[in-house]
T-cell receptor
Framework: GAVVSQHPSWVICKSGTSVKIECRSL??????MFWYRQFPKQSLMLMAT?????????EQGVEKDKFLINHASLTLSTLTVTSAHPEDSSFYIC??????????FGPGTRLTVT | QQQVKQSPQSLIVQKGGISIINCAYE??????FPWYQQFPGKGPALLIA?????SEKKEGRFTISFNKSAKQFSLHIMDSQPGDSATYFC?????????????FGQGTRLTINP
Protein backbone atom coordinates (compact mmCIF):
# COMPACT_ATOMS: atom_id res chain seq x y z
CA GLY A 1 0.00 0.00 0.00
CA ALA A 2 0.88 3.66 -0.26
CA VAL A 3 3.19 4.94 2.47
CA VAL A 4 3.47 8.45 3.81
CA SER A 5 6.28 9.34 6.19
CA GLN A 6 6.81 12.31 8.45
CA HIS A 7 9.99 13.65 9.96
CA PRO A 8 10.63 14.19 12.75
CA SER A 9 8.23 11.99 14.69
CA TRP A 10 8.60 14.27 17.67
CA VAL A 11 10.31 17.57 18.31
CA ILE A 12 10.82 19.87 21.27
CA CYS A 13 11.65 23.50 20.61
CA LYS A 14 11.93 26.67 22.61
CA SER A 15 9.35 29.41 22.41
CA GLY A 16 10.14 31.88 19.63
CA THR A 17 12.02 29.45 17.42
CA SER A 18 10.83 27.90 14.17
CA VAL A 19 10.47 24.22 13.42
CA LYS A 20 10.06 22.43 10.10
CA ILE A 21 8.12 19.19 9.62
CA GLU A 22 8.52 17.12 6.47
CA CYS A 23 5.88 14.94 4.84
CA ARG A 24 6.89 12.51 2.09
CA SER A 25 4.94 10.13 -0.09
CA LEU A 26 7.35 7.23 -0.45
CA UNK A 27 5.91 5.17 -3.27
CA UNK A 28 3.52 7.40 -5.14
CA UNK A 29 3.27 10.91 -6.49
CA UNK A 30 0.98 13.12 -4.44
CA UNK A 31 -0.75 15.84 -6.40
CA UNK A 32 -2.36 17.08 -3.19
CA MET A 33 -1.15 17.08 0.38
CA PHE A 34 -3.07 18.06 3.49
CA TRP A 35 -1.93 19.21 6.91
CA TYR A 36 -3.99 18.50 10.01
CA ARG A 37 -3.66 19.41 13.64
CA GLN A 38 -4.93 17.21 16.43
CA PHE A 39 -5.16 18.12 20.11
CA PRO A 40 -5.27 15.35 22.73
CA LYS A 41 -8.46 13.32 22.62
CA GLN A 42 -9.85 15.50 19.85
CA SER A 43 -10.57 15.10 16.18
CA LEU A 44 -8.38 16.09 13.24
CA MET A 45 -8.73 19.67 12.13
CA LEU A 46 -7.68 20.51 8.59
CA MET A 47 -5.19 23.35 8.52
CA ALA A 48 -4.39 23.64 4.83
CA THR A 49 -4.44 21.97 1.45
CA UNK A 50 -1.51 22.19 -0.92
CA UNK A 51 -1.11 21.23 -4.53
CA UNK A 52 2.32 20.66 -6.00
CA UNK A 53 3.82 23.84 -7.35
CA UNK A 54 1.13 26.19 -6.10
CA UNK A 55 0.36 28.11 -2.95
CA UNK A 56 -1.39 26.35 -0.12
CA UNK A 57 -5.04 27.03 0.66
CA UNK A 58 -5.53 27.65 4.36
CA GLU A 59 -8.67 26.92 6.35
CA GLN A 60 -10.45 29.75 8.07
CA GLY A 61 -8.71 30.76 11.29
CA VAL A 62 -5.31 29.30 10.37
CA GLU A 63 -2.57 31.90 10.21
CA LYS A 64 -0.74 31.42 6.94
CA ASP A 65 2.22 33.54 8.07
CA LYS A 66 2.66 31.35 11.12
CA PHE A 67 2.20 27.97 9.44
CA LEU A 68 4.22 28.08 6.24
CA ILE A 69 3.51 25.25 3.82
CA ASN A 70 5.64 24.38 0.84
CA HIS A 71 4.79 21.64 -1.66
CA ALA A 72 7.81 21.85 -3.91
CA SER A 73 7.63 18.38 -5.43
CA LEU A 74 5.15 15.56 -5.96
CA THR A 75 6.62 13.64 -3.03
CA LEU A 76 7.46 16.30 -0.46
CA SER A 77 5.55 18.91 1.50
CA THR A 78 6.87 20.85 4.48
CA LEU A 79 5.12 22.65 7.31
CA THR A 80 7.14 25.30 9.13
CA VAL A 81 5.80 26.60 12.41
CA THR A 82 7.33 30.04 12.77
CA SER A 83 7.93 31.77 16.09
CA ALA A 84 6.43 28.83 17.91
CA HIS A 85 4.63 29.33 21.21
CA PRO A 86 3.44 26.80 23.80
CA GLU A 87 -0.10 26.97 22.40
CA ASP A 88 1.26 25.59 19.11
CA SER A 89 2.12 22.35 20.89
CA SER A 90 0.07 19.66 19.18
CA PHE A 91 0.12 16.55 17.03
CA TYR A 92 0.57 17.50 13.37
CA ILE A 93 -0.49 14.97 10.75
CA CYS A 94 -0.09 15.16 7.00
CA UNK A 95 -1.85 13.18 4.32
CA UNK A 96 -1.10 12.71 0.65
CA UNK A 97 -3.35 11.94 -2.25
CA UNK A 98 -2.85 10.94 -5.85
CA UNK A 99 -5.13 12.57 -8.38
CA UNK A 100 -8.68 11.43 -7.52
CA UNK A 101 -7.30 8.76 -5.18
CA UNK A 102 -7.81 8.27 -1.47
CA UNK A 103 -5.86 10.11 1.21
CA UNK A 104 -3.04 8.28 2.95
CA PHE A 105 -2.03 9.62 6.33
CA GLY A 106 1.41 9.98 7.81
CA PRO A 107 2.29 8.79 11.32
CA GLY A 108 2.18 12.30 12.76
CA THR A 109 4.68 14.64 14.44
CA ARG A 110 4.40 15.53 18.10
CA LEU A 111 5.48 19.15 18.63
CA THR A 112 6.18 20.44 22.13
CA VAL A 113 7.07 24.09 22.57
CA THR A 114 8.66 24.95 25.90
CA GLN B 1 -23.74 22.12 7.41
CA GLN B 2 -20.19 20.87 7.04
CA GLN B 3 -20.31 19.02 10.34
CA VAL B 4 -20.29 15.29 10.83
CA LYS B 5 -21.67 14.26 14.22
CA GLN B 6 -20.35 11.06 15.73
CA SER B 7 -21.56 9.05 18.70
CA PRO B 8 -20.88 7.68 21.20
CA GLN B 9 -17.80 9.52 22.44
CA SER B 10 -16.56 6.38 24.13
CA LEU B 11 -17.61 2.74 24.01
CA ILE B 12 -16.71 -0.34 26.00
CA VAL B 13 -17.49 -3.75 24.51
CA GLN B 14 -16.72 -7.24 25.69
CA LYS B 15 -14.47 -9.43 23.57
CA GLY B 16 -16.52 -11.17 20.91
CA GLY B 17 -19.27 -8.58 21.00
CA ILE B 18 -20.45 -6.15 18.34
CA SER B 19 -19.19 -2.56 18.43
CA ILE B 20 -21.45 0.01 16.79
CA ILE B 21 -20.50 3.62 16.10
CA ASN B 22 -22.86 6.07 14.46
CA CYS B 23 -22.43 9.20 12.37
CA ALA B 24 -24.81 11.75 10.91
CA TYR B 25 -24.26 14.47 8.35
CA GLU B 26 -26.18 17.40 6.92
CA UNK B 27 -24.51 18.22 3.63
CA UNK B 28 -26.24 16.22 0.90
CA UNK B 29 -23.33 16.92 -1.44
CA UNK B 30 -21.17 14.46 0.51
CA UNK B 31 -20.63 11.34 -1.57
CA UNK B 32 -17.74 9.55 0.11
CA PHE B 33 -17.86 8.22 3.67
CA PRO B 34 -14.69 6.63 5.07
CA TRP B 35 -13.94 5.28 8.52
CA TYR B 36 -10.50 5.62 10.05
CA GLN B 37 -8.81 3.79 12.92
CA GLN B 38 -6.21 5.60 14.99
CA PHE B 39 -3.94 4.17 17.67
CA PRO B 40 -2.32 6.48 20.24
CA GLY B 41 0.57 8.46 18.80
CA LYS B 42 -0.11 7.28 15.26
CA GLY B 43 -1.79 8.71 12.21
CA PRO B 44 -5.25 7.50 11.17
CA ALA B 45 -5.53 4.54 8.83
CA LEU B 46 -8.39 3.92 6.43
CA LEU B 47 -10.54 0.99 7.52
CA ILE B 48 -13.41 0.94 5.07
CA ALA B 49 -15.32 3.45 2.96
CA UNK B 50 -18.68 3.61 1.24
CA UNK B 51 -20.34 5.59 -1.53
CA UNK B 52 -24.03 6.55 -1.24
CA UNK B 53 -25.12 4.30 -4.08
CA UNK B 54 -24.98 1.24 -1.78
CA SER B 55 -26.58 0.66 1.61
CA GLU B 56 -23.99 -1.66 3.06
CA LYS B 57 -20.37 -2.61 2.58
CA LYS B 58 -18.56 -5.39 4.38
CA GLU B 59 -14.85 -6.08 4.66
CA GLY B 60 -13.97 -8.88 7.03
CA ARG B 61 -15.31 -8.04 10.49
CA PHE B 62 -16.04 -4.43 9.54
CA THR B 63 -19.35 -3.35 8.01
CA ILE B 64 -20.62 0.09 7.06
CA SER B 65 -24.38 0.60 6.97
CA PHE B 66 -25.54 3.64 5.06
CA ASN B 67 -28.97 5.30 5.20
CA LYS B 68 -29.13 8.01 2.58
CA SER B 69 -32.60 9.29 3.45
CA ALA B 70 -31.70 9.66 7.12
CA LYS B 71 -28.23 11.00 6.28
CA GLN B 72 -26.67 8.55 8.67
CA PHE B 73 -24.02 5.87 8.46
CA SER B 74 -22.57 3.50 10.99
CA LEU B 75 -19.64 1.19 11.56
CA HIS B 76 -20.20 -2.28 12.92
CA ILE B 77 -17.26 -4.32 14.22
CA MET B 78 -18.23 -7.94 14.58
CA ASP B 79 -16.48 -10.32 17.00
CA SER B 80 -14.64 -7.37 18.55
CA GLN B 81 -11.11 -8.12 19.73
CA PRO B 82 -8.80 -6.36 22.23
CA GLY B 83 -6.62 -5.35 19.27
CA ASP B 84 -9.54 -3.32 17.96
CA SER B 85 -9.19 -0.97 20.94
CA ALA B 86 -8.47 2.39 19.29
CA THR B 87 -10.12 5.66 18.38
CA TYR B 88 -12.40 5.54 15.37
CA PHE B 89 -13.28 8.50 13.21
CA CYS B 90 -15.96 8.74 10.59
CA UNK B 91 -15.50 11.28 7.84
CA UNK B 92 -17.28 12.66 4.81
CA UNK B 93 -16.16 14.27 1.61
CA UNK B 94 -17.28 15.36 -1.81
CA UNK B 95 -15.36 13.48 -4.45
CA UNK B 96 -16.48 16.00 -7.04
CA UNK B 97 -14.20 18.51 -5.37
CA UNK B 98 -10.79 17.72 -6.74
CA UNK B 99 -9.02 18.18 -3.42
CA UNK B 100 -11.29 15.79 -1.49
CA UNK B 101 -11.34 17.70 1.77
CA UNK B 102 -12.38 15.36 4.55
CA UNK B 103 -14.68 16.48 7.35
CA PHE B 104 -14.10 14.32 10.40
CA GLY B 105 -16.45 13.31 13.17
CA GLN B 106 -15.47 13.88 16.79
CA GLY B 107 -14.12 10.38 17.28
CA THR B 108 -15.09 7.37 19.38
CA ARG B 109 -12.68 5.80 21.82
CA LEU B 110 -13.38 2.07 21.70
CA THR B 111 -12.20 -0.27 24.42
CA ILE B 112 -12.58 -4.01 24.03
CA ASN B 113 -12.41 -5.83 27.35
CA PRO B 114 -10.80 -9.29 27.25
Amino acid sequence: GAVVSQHPSWVICKSGTSVKIECRSLDFQATTMFWYRQFPKQSLMLMATSNEGSKATYEQGVEKDKFLINHASLTLSTLTVTSAHPEDSSFYICSARQYRGQQYFGPGTRLTVT
Amino acid sequence: QQQVKQSPQSLIVQKGGISIINCAYENTAFDYFPWYQQFPGKGPALLIAIRPDVSEKKEGRFTISFNKSAKQFSLHIMDSQPGDSATYFCAASTLKQGAQKLVFGQGTRLTINP
